[in-house]
């Protein structure tokens, strides 16, 4: 079994800039793509960013241009560096790992084994 564990959420400004981090901790080796998922509330579920273990990485257009995956294998640890945050980005944020489908369609039903998330508000 493989755990995952958010952190680095909290609350900033508009224009503001977070980054988020996602251990892996377990069976590590059977992580190969992970993404980035977030929920506000009341909302559903929507896919963020991924990015496999080789480096290849799929934002999702709301976020592109503002948003970057990126890795640190040997530490087992993904990032999400988050900058001209809006206050639409409000949400808890989350990281699954991939299990079935087209990953980089960043489809909330192709990942799974969901961490607790950490909270992100931005405030105008």
């Known amino acids: 079994q493989v755990q995952l564990v958010e952190s680095g959420g909290g609350s900033v400004q508009s224009g503001g800039s977070l980054t988020l981090s996602c251990a892996a901790s377990?069976?590590?080796?059977?992580?190969?793509?992970v993404g980035w998922f977030r929920q506000a509330p009341g909302k559903e579920r929507e896919g963020v960013a991924a990015?496999?273990?080789?480096?290849?990485?799929a934002v999702a257009d709301s976020v592109k241009g503002r948003f970057t995956a990126s890795q640190n294998n040997a530490k087992n640890t993904l990032y999400l560096q988050m900058n001209s945050l809006k206050p639409e980005d409000t949400a808890t944020y989350y990281c699954?790992?991939?299990?079935?489908?087209?990953?980089?369609?960043?489809?909330?039903?192709?990942?799974?084994?969901w961490g607790p998330g950490t909270q992100v508000t931005v405030s105008s």
């Open positions: 699954g790992r991939f299990i079935r489908g087209p990953w980089s369609l960043l489809r909330p039903a192709d990942f799974g084994y």
């Open positions: 990015i496999t273990w080789g480096g290849s990485t």
């Open positions: 377990g069976r590590t080796y059977d992580i190969y793509t």
